[in-house]
């Protein structure tokens, strides 16, 4: 199940229950005060998140993501991102498919989704190059990327 703009609880849940990449991430991103600058960064954005089962079989938040439209509402470019919890791995059918899904249907909209990740991420890597994102170009001239991070992007695939 995905949800939009799901209530606080949901979203410190998932803060709380951080894969250990994710972390390493945001830490590396924003140092010490990582968690309350996500926080503050989450405020009035658009957020779906993905529900799935932890290990006792409860339904609880796995992740959560979104679309930032960039320059202007309704832009055809959007920075993709995604923070996900411990418990994907016991629910990968269902948070692949649904990414999949979310993927797919935000490909219509935009021309362009594109983030960096971090060195370490490695399984958020491999859902992105199953999603069809692109690795190994040069950074965009006017983006600064961080130390330590990777461009990647997926453009929109032209209909025939």
Not at 137 to 150: A, G, R, T, Y
Request: glycine content about 4%; proline content about 2%.
């Amino acid at each position: 199940m995905i949800k939009l703009n799901p209530d606080n609880s949901d979203i410190n849940y998932i803060l709380n229950h951080l894969r250990v990449e994710d972390i390493e991430e945001l830490r590396a991103l924003w140092q010490k005060d990582w968690l309350n600058k996500v926080s503050d960064n989450l405020k009035n954005k658009n957020i779906l998140v993905v529900y799935g089962k932890d290990e006792n079989n409860k339904c609880v938040p796995i992740a959560m993501g979104g679309f930032h439209e960039l320059f202007e509402k309704h832009s055809n470019i959007a920075c993709v991102w995604l923070l996900s919890t411990i418990h994907i791995k016991n629910n990968k059918t269902l948070f692949i498919k649904e990414l999949k899904n979310q993927i797919n249907k935000a490909s219509e909209k935009y021309e362009l989704m594109y983030n960096y990740i971090y060195k370490s991420n490695k399984g958020a890597k491999g859902w992105l190059y199953k999603l069809g994102f692109n690795f190994g170009c040069p950074n965009p001239q006017k983006l600064n990327i961080e130390k330590d991070f990777e461009f990647f992007y997926k453009l929109k695939k032209e209909r025939k």
